[in-house]
């Protein structure tokens, strides 16, 4: 039975501080993966501001290891509800993660995962059993899955990631995951980064459902209906029509067979089409596209190699182009399977390459004088002998070095001779910090230089490649990987300083440049490493672009497998490239961060960039480095709350309340921002950062900054000219014109005389449109009042600010129509229901006093405001009617009464009388003299009873009062209160003995007739 490590992580309330940590973890745990799994819980995302209302899922492949659990391992993070969360991690094996269908809902249901943290509680090493699992989707899949579910996979499969908008994660949702992931191929299961739900728009989840307002589960097969899928793959309909059928009959085996069977990325019937990059330079010779048309060898033999002509070669004279198999000169296969390509080729014809040369005619003098044998002239013809066979041995030579694949000028330029070195196209690349070996300079030199016979075609092959790699090793691998070297420590030192962020700017997009010629240069090099230990002996690497050096170095990853891995091997840079692709990562995202802390305006894109750029730079950098990336995050959060609705309107509040500026969302991250500009050295924070935390010191205490702005135009200035403002005046503009309004206000209340506003604030007209606005605030409340004011406003804020207010009183409205609608709504039911149990005769006391509720409820809240609606006032009209109806009295007959008196009230029996004081008659109902005698069994007090012939008036509002009184002095024995209908008593209680201390009173009455006289009104047109 598998066996799974847990972890808590999260808030410990017990510290003091915020920050989240290990809470606990289980006994084999290892560092590096609570380490991992911490990362992964804090780019989880924030909290969403009401909390989380429902547990949240993630899932990681984990990179790291522990002793004790063997293989690959994979976590699994529970969050639990509410707003601080709680992170239960489990670490699972991938042998055990399998046996779920590595499904982490499929995981989670064999795990009871913890919501609160007791701060003592630990965790243990558990076992979990695929087996009792059972159905553990609910409820089954059926056809209302389909559409969604078998769309969103093929999404996934289309494009690699799915993500999905989703407001708050909610059951439906977790079970449309969770049927996402099985239907999933398997081999995506197992490298599959998941989230149910998260905040972090950056992080490169596969799937998750990703925070947006208003977005809710119903709504994601309509999304997914309405995709267009361009470029499906006849597999990839098959597998999406499989899905569709297994997922309509519930079948949930079939969906596992055919996600663990059915291969997407089986190779077609044709013939295999080595790739092409991009950008590449190489002009196509022949129509056809390139093939592989032989096995390519096994890693590192030459049996298959890739000509000049294939994509990316820039040599001329070659036909055809892609892989094509070596042959030796006889036709068969050369050492170790092929001959290396030199660019030779024996269809072309030599005269192609080097034209026939003529041999010219001496003019030959035979007059003059005539020849004098002798020691001058026999030692002229031993000189012209020599030359003569000098010549021959040089035509030799250079014939040698012609059958070699040589030029003639380039095997003269290997002899030294001056003056003979031919043209040569030199590849230019941009200028970085430190000048970068050029890879293909140096390649071509150590091809030239090898000296003796040529690479791979003679005996001396060999020993030339071993020349020529020797050369490649002193002049090029080593001083690259020194570069490389360098380039990545610098990258590790990060930022350098701030206070010059122009320079820093330049300095690290210079080393960024820098970056991107290295990894080039290092393709370059893997290929000249190849080519030289394989007798390939490319002429045209050196020559190659960029984009035709990644485009072959692809087509040789293809032909030859492992020929790649090989290279670095041999060079010892197996890990250098992920070391290099990942200094790169950080230099760019360093300049980026401190670029755009130079941007001149806020932008969307700009709130993107910052947060990508942020993600790349290094947390463990140096002080500087640290400071510029924590403040990019904190800065990028208050960008986002500021443009929270709470926060966007509060200069258009009705009422100017300070206690509320800034919002609670902006509130709570200007301490973080403040620490992080804190981090920089001699107060070199950037200009933004700096700008903002002062503004909003100014916003903060906003009673401060109108008494400074009334008594200095410098104040107001230093506001106006803030490097927070100018960045982001759309925000920031509406806060300063409700503090220029304010101020103005204030001077209008202490002086009454809009000429004294401050000229710098307002000028001419615009002081008595800032008092007419003022006035407005309290006696306009029409939305086209203030659409009126909005159109004249000549002041742009206050423009704003009464459109604002114009739609403030539509949405209000709107809202309270829909609310009115509603209440009405029931209202007609209650009516109804309240009708139905009058002409039964039922009790109709509770349907009453929910009628009752509503109908005033309607009356009191809405008839002010929508009371002059001409469609609406009917509605009231009617509202008036009905309640004046329900509060009326009904008549009720009381024929009987019964008077019960305690034992110790009367000595012997007695007249009494009953008087009922009812609010409508204004007085009181008094029964005739009747005897209380001594009541049955013995010691049961005094009772007595009296017939009646009342109809007294009862309101459903109104209280009654009955008091029995002894006839011959008047005192009063027993007074009993009977609350009314609407105060949950009624005439209803007038039937059953009511008690109150010494005793209790009965009546009989026709309650049945009372209860049928209730005649409601009949509503009529209103409807």
């Given amino acids: 039975m598998p066996y799974i490590e847990q972890l808590l992580y999260g808030h410990n309330h017990l510290a003091e501080t915020s920050e989240r940590q290990e809470l606990a973890h289980s006994a084999g745990m290892g560092a590096d993966v609570a380490t991992e799994i911490a990362a992964v819980c804090d780019a989880w995302g924030s909290m969403p501001e009401l909390g989380l209302t429902h547990s949240v899922l993630l899932s990681h492949p984990l990179l790291s290891t522990m002793p004790s659990m063997r293989g690959r391992l994979y976590t699994i993070v529970h969050i639990g509800m509410g707003t601080v969360p709680l992170f239960h991690a489990i670490v699972v094996t991938d042998a055990a993660y399998s046996g779920f269908g590595r499904n982490p809902y ?596 906003p009673e401060r900054t109108i008494t400074r702005v009334l008594k200095s135009p410098e104040a107001w200035r230093e506001l106006q000219d803030n490097a927070a403002v100018s960045f982001d005046p759309e925000l920031y503009g509406n806060f300063l014109g409700r503090l220029r309004f304010e101020a103005a206000a204030r001077q209008l209340t202490e002086l009454a005389d809009p000429a004294e506003i401050p000229a710098y604030l307002f000028q001419g007209e615009q002081r008595w449109a800032v008092a007419a606005f003022a006035d407005s605030l309290t006696t306009l409340s029409q939305s086209e009042q203030w659409q009126a004011m909005a159109a004249g406003s000549s002041d742009p804020f206050l423009g704003r600010w009464a459109e604002h207010l114009a739609q403030n009183l539509e949405a209000r409205l709107a809202h309270l129509r829909q609310e009115f609608s509603v209440v009405w709504a029931e209202c007609r039911a209650q009516t109804a229901a309240l009708q139905s149990q009058a002409k039964a005769g039922y009790d109709w006391s509770d349907a009453w006093r929910s009628l009752q509720a509503t109908a005033l409820k309607a009356s009191h809240d809405y008839a002010a405001i929508l009371g002059e609606d001409p469609t609406q006032q009917p509605k009231f009209a009617y509202l008036d009617t009905l309640v004046q109806t329900l509060t009326e009295p009904r008549p009720l007959r009381l024929s009987r009464i019964t008077v019960r008196l305690d034992q110790a009230l009367l000595n012997e029996a007695s007249e009494v009388q009953l008087e009922l004081r009812t609010p409508e008659r204004g007085g009181v109902w008094t029964s005739e003299p009747f005897v209380v005698g001594p009541g049955a069994p013995a010691g049961t007090g005094w009772v007595g009873t009296a017939f009646l012939d009342w109809t007294v008036p009862i309101s459903p509002v109104h209280q009654l009062n009955a008091r029995v009184v002894t006839v011959t002095d008047h005192s009063e024995l027993l007074e009993i209160t009977y609350p009314s209908l609407a105060e949950g008593v009624g005439p209803a209680a007038l039937v059953r003995p009511r008690i109150s201390g010494p005793g209790s009173v009965g009546f009989k009455a026709e309650l049945e007739v009372w209860w049928r006289s209730l005649e409601v009104p009949e509503m009529g047109s209103v409807f």
């Avoid at 089954?140 to 996934?156: H, I, K, N, R, S």
């Avoid at 589960?217 to 995709?227: E, G």
């Avoid at 004098?372 to 030579?397: C, E, N, T």
């Fill in 106 to 701: 499929a995981l989670a249901q064999a795990v009871e995962f913890c919501d609160k943290w007791n701060g003592k509680q630990g965790m243990d090493r558990v076992e979990v059993e695929p087996e009792d699992l059972g159905d553990w989707i609910k409820p089954a899949p059926g056809p209302g899955d389909v559409g969604l579910v078998d769309e969103a996979v093929l999404q996934f499969i289309l494009t690699g990631r799915l993500q999905l908008p989703l407001e708050q994660a909610v059951r439906d949702s977790d079970r449309a995951m969770a049927l996402i992931i099985a239907c999933l191929p398997e081999k995506d299961r197992k490298e599959l980064k998941f989230a149910s739900f998260t905040t972090a728009k950056v992080n490169a989840y596969d799937i998750a459902g990703l925070a947006t307002e208003g977005a809710t589960f119903a709504s994601w097969q309509r999304l997914m209906m309405a995709r267009i899928d361009t470029g499906v793959s006849e597999q990839q309909q098959e597998y999406k029509r499989l899905l569709a059928e297994f997922l309509a009959r519930g079948d949930m085996v079939g969906v596992a067979r055919v996600s663990s069977r059915h291969n997407l990325q089986a190779p077609a019937k044709s013939d295999y089409v080595v790739a092409t990059r991009q950008g590449s330079s190489s002009p196509r010779l022949d129509n056809a596209p390139p093939r592989l048309q032989q096995p390519a060898a096994s890693s590192f033999g030459p049996a298959a190699t890739i000509a000049p002509g294939t994509p990316g070669a820039a040599g001329a004279g070659f036909q055809g182009s892609g892989l094509r198999p070596t042959v030796s000169a006889t036709g068969g296969l050369g050492r170790r399977g092929a001959m290396p390509d030199h660019g030779l080729d024996p269809t072309s014809g030599s005269s192609a390459r080097h034209p026939q040369k003529t041999r010219s005619s001496r003019n030959r003098s035979r007059g003059g004088a005539p020849f004098r044998p002798g020691k001058r002239g026999g030692g002229g013809r031993i000189l012209r002998s020599v030359s003569v066979l000098l010549l021959l041995f040089v035509a030799g030579w250079v014939g040698t070095m012609w059958l070699e694949g040589r030029t003639l000028a380039e095997s003269l330029e290997w002899a030294g001779l001056p003056g003979m070195d031919g043209p040569t196209e030199q590849v230019s690349h941009a200028g970085t910090l430190l000048e970068v070996v050029d890879v293909g300079h140096v390649y071509d030199r150590a091809r030239k230089h090898a000296g003796g016979k040529g690479l791979g075609l003679s005996a001396a092959g060999d020993k030339g490649r071993e020349k020529a790699l020797g050369k490649l090793q002193s002049e090029a691998t080593g001083p690259l990987l020194d570069q490389v070297a360098l380039f990545i420590k610098l990258s590790d030192e990060g930022i350098q300083q701030s206070g010059r962020p122009d320079r820093e700017v330049d300095r690290l997009e210079s080393l960024a440049a820098q970056g991107a010629v290295l990894e080039k240069e290092m393709a370059r090099l893997e290929l000249a490493w190849f080519s030289l230990t394989t007798g390939t002996n490319w002429l045209d690497l050196g020559k190659l672009t960029d984009s035709a050096v990644e485009a072959r170095r692809d087509s040789l990853a293809q032909a030859e497998k492992g020929a790649l891995a090989d290279v670095r091997l041999g060079m010892g840079t197996t890990d250098l490239r992920k070391d290099l692709s990942r200094a790169r990562r950080r230099m760019d995202g360093m300049a980026a961060v401190v670029r755009l802390f130079q941007a001149p305006r806020w932008s969307s894109q700009w709130e993107q960039q910052l947060a990508a750029a942020a993600e790349k730079v290094s947390p463990s950098a140096g002080k500087t480095t640290r400071a510029y990336r924590n403040s990019a995050f904190a800065l990028v959060r208050l960008k986002r709350a500021e443009r929270g609705e709470a926060n966007r309107n509060l200069p258009f509040a009705g009422q100017f309340k300070p206690e509320c500026w800034p919002s609670p969302q902006v509130q709570a991250i200007l301490p973080l921002l403040r620490k992080e500009a804190g981090r920089f050295s001699d107060q070199n924070a950037p200009a933004l950062l700096g700008a903002t935390i002062g503004l909003y010191s100014a916003l903060a205490a």
